[in-house]
């Protein structure tokens, strides 16, 4: 049983601060410093959590952030994890997937079922026409922490940051990378995920002083910013790297990444080595120096490298018993020297440990039948690196067989190994690596060239057991304590066909459960590579990928920002309590609410005003584009349909631009301001892939003009109705007569005294005039408008409404990406004759062919109005039992009365008068008839 | 996230780029065939390797040229699309 012990030198605990917390419903206390792991150690307790398939007892077994069977659900957060989470004063924590407890889990009957349940049996068993039921069934046992639905949103905030050098790890190599790579005047990132810098040195004691020296330095260091409690999530292009720390991620930029990252120590694998009290030598020195916790009074040690020897130093040193050191090589060399009087065993054979009534170990059966009783058993029988974030950088590793360890031989630039994830254990050479690692990651941060790093040192001596793994006839010897894999179901994997790391994974899920076979993975393809008489030396490891840890959700989760463009009249807008919708981006004035009036009244209201007196709605989205040049028109010709060279300065014309495919992407109003000036608008929502793809087009014909995104710099209204040119006269000096200003005119004066193109307009109505001003003085300017008097504002809603009777169609609403100019009743603004255009080939083509489908326009029956038939927008056409169409547009039109839309039609369907007939939303089929637009000729 | 090396505006995050596709040569639009005029829109060899394509640094506006291949997901070269003409050639 763990106990806690007198102060250990150098403990991170604080013993005068007593935190009391709640543990399945018992009370318990720690101390400010632990982790909730180690608070339950210190009181004893063995069992932390139930395993995910067969729910067997499980303590702490790495205490290294990969303890998967010790998670805990703590108030509304899932899944916990209890070796690396601080423990805080109040915490109601509770063990995950147990029923009824973490005791008595009622659930713990499923390890007798195990015989029924081989290694992909869910594959077999679980499909067909049951499925559905089975995954209820399952759902019900499996998962883990509870999800709190009701939990409150935390905001986590995320930061962007830039560095020479990031050096992941801060263990003696990567402190002496650090420091050289700042000597060298690098602006150096130093990242552990440990909550103290120092590495290894922190647990084994292993030149601790010089370690000490070297986190003191990089504390006064100006150049290194050290993050301890903080690691790295992901590795992604150009060395763009995800930092996780426990309340903020950062994004940083690296000039040069540094792998320090160390190794990660493996278990053994034999019978129920994964019994509460069986746990990593490593695991044990962090709960011994960091937590001050025995593992125990009686401690085996099962050792295959000199590392185990100096655990057993370690223990004694601080007045733990050792029971024995079971070295699993035949010949210990040297390491066991100087524990003379303690029980040392080579070449041992572990079989079996064995429970005692709490569950916990008792003692280690041997093969030859010998049993040594203890209350902890320690595993030191090697590493594997911590590789997984140097594979998503791209590096490949190779099995060295001199070192049993996986090492990198091949790293992408800018990235660099340094350490024992390079093999390297002896600790003054790790600092001597660390120190030539460092400088050529600075140059190469600051010269953007490869470094002179070396090839990889020589390393002194292997560490790691080739083969520790001893499968029992009758299981329960765990390769992967996360998802309670055995020996067997490895080989059964094997024999089924899934004989390669990769398809073993995905068949046993091995490596998938929450540490990602952190500790599994190595010993999963030796069990592999030794069935198939191959070696790891030619066998590929699992591809690794982000995240290194499981991530909280909250780190990934978006601000919930959304942005939005305000017109330069806005506040005009609100204040006439304009209801909103969002236009490419933009915050448009869908309607403006009068107090007492419902939507479509308010609609058909600003509607009403245009049409007998005068509206102003706000047209600023509208993208605009300026184009400067002798070639301009030349240009405009190539680009738009229709032809406007020959456009006289002073007049606008209508510009239809198609894809090469003779498709309709954008429309427009386009003006010639003087010879070698146009100045145009694009829809809203084409503003900035319009004016981009000019560009484009300009920068493949390279013709004499220039290209000016005007969309920001000018608002735009439109004044429209019957009273528009006496309210426009009144505040313009520019003679607005039907002479002077004819349709389809454009004139540069003053409005309201502010600058201004005012351009003759008919989309909504027969007169209109839309006025561009500057952006800056365009709250004067609609102020005026405004006061004129009997102006009514009107809205995106009002608007569609009036274009329609005019029968005009909405590029992107009316149009779709199949639908031609021709097709779109708008040959008219095509001059097939001109020497070129884009999507003239293709039009062709299309003329041709003929027509596929018609815009045409129609109306409902007064009838099929009066019952109450609601026609939508793509609702269908039927006819004779097939489709026939869709309705692009419709609405009640306040002028005539009536219903009308525009819908895209088969062809034989076009002629007007035709009737045919609409399947409403609700399944009615309503009658209508085609006729002929614009539906209103002239107001 | 990647940088691009933009000609003009230098070393930028990927985030403000946007690719319009491989550099291809339209046929001529009056003497090819339908076949050919269709083959040039809608057909795009998706083979892995060295592509030469459109891409524009969108605040600024400007189109350039960048070569990279797609197979090792690496950008080899970005250069001014004046340059192409004598790029193309070689």
């Given at each position: 049983m763990m106990y806690r012990l007198p102060a250990v030198a150098g403990e991170w605990i604080d013993r005068s601060r007593t935190l009391a917390f709640e543990f399945e419903g018992r009370a318990f206390q720690g101390f400010a410093g632990d982790t909730v792991s180690s608070a339950?150690?210190?009181?004893?307790?063995?069992?932390?959590?139930?395993?995910?398939?067969?729910?067997?007892?499980?303590?702490?077994?790495?205490?290294?952030?990969?303890?998967?069977?010790?998670?805990?659900?703590?108030?509304?957060?899932?899944?916990?994890?209890?070796?690396?989470?601080?423990?805080?004063?109040?915490?109601?924590?509770?063990?995950?997937?147990?029923?009824?407890?973490?005791?008595?889990?009622?659930?713990?009957?499923?390890?007798?079922?195990?015989?029924?349940?081989?290694?992909?049996?869910?594959?077999?068993?679980?499909h067909g026409r049951n499925f559905p039921r089975w995954e209820q069934r399952i759902r019900a046992i499996s998962g883990l922490g509870r999800i709190a639905a009701d939990a409150s949103r935390e905001r986590t905030p995320k930061r962007y940051a830039f560095c020479d050098v990031l050096v992941v790890g801060a263990g003696a190599s990567g402190l002496a990378t650090a420091l050289s790579a700042a000597d060298a005047g690098a602006h150096v990132l130093l990242v552990d995920e440990n909550a103290r810098p120092g590495g290894c040195a922190t647990w084994t004691g292993a030149a601790a002083g010089e370690v000490e020296t070297l986190v003191s330095r990089v504390v006064e260091s100006p150049r290194i910013e050290l993050l301890p409690g903080t690691y790295v999530a992901g590795v992604y292009a150009d060395r763009w790297v995800a930092l996780v720390e426990p309340s903020r991620m950062t994004k940083v930029r690296a000039g040069a990444v540094v792998f320090a990252t160390g190794v990660i120590e493996q278990p053994a694998v034999f019978r129920n080595n994964d019994l509460p009290g069986v746990l990593l030598g490593s695991a044990a020195q962090r709960l011994l120096r960091r937590h001050a916790i025995a593992p125990g009074k009686r401690v085996a040690i099962l050792t295959a490298n000199r590392e185990g020897y100096e655990l057993a130093r370690d223990l004694r040193a601080h007045d733990i018993g050792v029971a024995a050191v079971l070295d699993l090589r035949a010949d210990p060399g040297g390491d066991s020297y100087g524990l003379g009087d303690l029980r040392c065993v080579a070449g041992v054979v572990p079989e079996a440990a064995m429970p005692g009534s709490d569950g916990a170990v008792r003692a280690l059966r041997v093969r030859?039948?010998?049993?040594?009783?203890?209350?902890?058993?320690?595993?030191?029988?090697?590493?594997?690196?911590?590789?997984?974030?140097?594979?998503?950088a791209g590096a490949v590793m190779q099995y060295d067989m001199a070192l049993q360890q996986h090492v990198p031989v091949k790293l992408p630039p800018g990235f660099f190994a340094t350490g024992r994830v390079n093999g390297t254990y002896d600790s003054a050479a790790r600092r001597q690596d660390g120190r030539d690692v460092g400088a050529a990651a600075a140059a190469y941060a600051q010269g953007g060239h490869a470094g002179t790093h070396a090839a990889r040192p020589e390393r002194t001596r292997p560490v790691s057991h080739p083969y520790p793994v001893f499968p029992h006839p009758s299981g329960r010897d765990f390769v992967d304590l996360d998802e309670d894999i055995q020996v067997k179901d490895l080989l059964t994997s094997a024999q089924e066909g899934f004989d390669s790391p990769e398809l073993m994974k995905r068949f046993s899920t091995l490596g998938m459960g929450p540490s990602q076979g952190k500790l599994s993975n190595l010993h999963g393809a030796r069990i592999l590579v030794r069935s198939r008489d191959a070696t790891l030396a030619d066998t590929a490891l699992t591809t690794q990928r982000p995240f290194y840890h499981p991530m909280p959700l909250k780190h990934l989760a978006g601000m919930g920002f959304h942005a939005h463009r305000h017109s330069s009249v806005h506040d005009r807008h609100v204040a006439l309590d304009a209801r909103f919708m969002t236009v490419g981006g933009w915050q448009r004035p869908e309607y403006y609410q009068v107090s007492?009036?419902?939507?479509?009244?308010?609609?058909?209201?600003?509607?009403?005003?245009?049409?007998?007196?005068?509206?102003?709605?706000?047209?600023?989205?509208?993208?605009?584009?300026?184009?400067?040049?002798?070639?301009?028109?030349?240009?405009?010709?190539?680009?738009?349909?229709?032809?406007?060279?020959?456009?006289?300065?002073?007049?606008?014309?209508?510009?239809?631009?198609?894809?090469?495919?003779?498709?309709?992407?954008?429309?427009?109003?386009i003006a010639r301001l003087a010879d070698r000036h146009f100045y145009f608008t694009t829809t809203t929502s084409g503003a900035a892939s319009v004016y981009r793809e000019l560009l484009l087009w300009n920068t493949r014909?390279?013709?004499?003009?220039?290209?000016?995104?005007?969309?920001?710099?000018?608002?735009?209204?439109?004044?429209?109705?019957?009273?528009s040119r006496e309210r426009l006269q009144a505040l313009t000096g520019i003679d607005l007569s039907e002479t002077a200003f004819p349709f389809l005119a454009v004139r540069e004066g003053r409005v309201a005294g502010v600058e201004a193109r005012v351009l003759r307009a008919g989309f909504v109505s027969s007169l209109g005039f839309e006025v561009h001003v500057p952006f800056g003085s365009a709250g004067a300017v609609w102020d005026a408008l405004m006061k004129a008097g009997g102006v009514r504002a009107f809205g995106v809603e009002a608007q569609r409404v009036l274009r329609l009777e005019k029968g005009h169609a909405i590029v992107a609403q009316d149009t779709d990406n199949l639908t031609n100019p021709f097709e779109a009743g708008m040959g008219w603004a095509v001059?097939?004759?001109?020497?070129?255009?884009?999507?003239?080939?293709?039009?062709?083509?299309?003329?041709?062919?003929?027509?596929?489908?018609?815009?045409?326009?129609?109306?409902?029956?007064?009838?099929?109005?009066?019952?109450?038939?609601?026609?939508?927008?793509?609702?269908?056409?039927?006819?004779?039992?097939?489709?026939?169409?869709?309705?692009?547009?419709?609405?009640?039109?306040?002028?005539?009365?009536?219903?009308?839309?525009?819908?895209?039609?088969?062809?034989?369907?076009?002629?007007?008068?035709?009737?045919?007939?609409?399947?409403?939303?609700?399944?009615?089929?309503?009658?209508?008839?085609v006729v002929r637009t614009p539906f209103l000729e002239a107001e | 996230m990647k940088i691009i090396q933009c000609p003009l505006n230098g070393p930028r995050p990927l985030l403000e780029f946007v690719s319009a596709g491989e550099v291809r040569n339209a046929p001529d639009p009056d003497t090819c065939s339908d076949n050919e005029w269709t083959a040039y829109l809608f057909n795009r060899a998706s083979v892995p390797g060295v592509k030469r394509e459109w891409w524009c640094h969108t605040p600024s506006g400007y189109w350039f040229i960048v070569e990279r291949d797609t197979a090792r997901d690496e950008i080899l070269a970005t250069y001014d699309a004046a340059e192409l003409p004598a790029r193309a050639g070689a």
């Open positions: 339950l150690a210190a009181a004893g307790e063995m069992t932390l959590g139930r395993s995910f398939k067969y729910h067997r007892r499980r303590g702490i077994f790495s205490f290294a952030n990969h303890d998967a069977n010790n998670l805990f659900q703590v108030g509304h957060l899932p899944n916990v994890r209890g070796d690396v989470t601080a423990l805080e004063d109040g915490m109601r924590i509770s063990a995950v997937n147990t029923r009824g407890g973490l005791a008595r889990d009622r659930a713990r009957f499923i390890e007798w079922l195990a015989p029924f349940l081989p290694v992909g049996f869910y594959y077999k068993a679980f030859a039948g010998e049993t040594i009783a203890c209350d902890a058993l320690l595993m030191s029988v090697g590493f594997a690196p911590a590789s997984a974030l140097l594979s998503q007492g009036q419902s939507r479509a009244d308010c609609i058909a209201a600003e509607a009403r005003a245009v049409r007998e007196g005068a509206g102003l709605i706000d047209v600023s989205t509208l993208g605009k584009i300026e184009i400067f040049g002798p070639d301009a028109g030349a240009f405009l010709d190539r680009i738009y349909t229709g032809s406007f060279s020959d456009l006289r300065v002073g007049m606008t014309r209508y510009g239809l631009l198609l894809d090469e495919g003779g498709i309709v992407r954008d429309d427009g109003v014909w390279r013709m004499d003009c220039a290209f000016v995104n005007a969309t920001g710099h000018r608002a735009a209204f439109n004044l429209a109705g019957p009273r001059r097939m004759q001109k020497p070129f255009f884009v999507g003239q080939r293709s039009l062709r083509i299309h003329v041709r062919r003929g027509a596929r489908q018609k815009l045409v326009g129609f109306e409902l029956a007064p009838e099929q109005v009066a019952s109450g038939a609601a026609i939508r927008e793509s609702n269908l056409l039927i006819h004779l039992g097939g489709i026939a169409g869709r309705v692009t547009s419709v609405a009640q039109s306040p002028t005539l009365g009536r219903t009308i839309g525009l819908a895209m039609a088969n062809p034989s369907l076009a002629a007007p008068g035709t009737p045919i007939v609409i399947r409403a939303s609700d399944g009615r089929l309503v009658s209508a008839r | -």
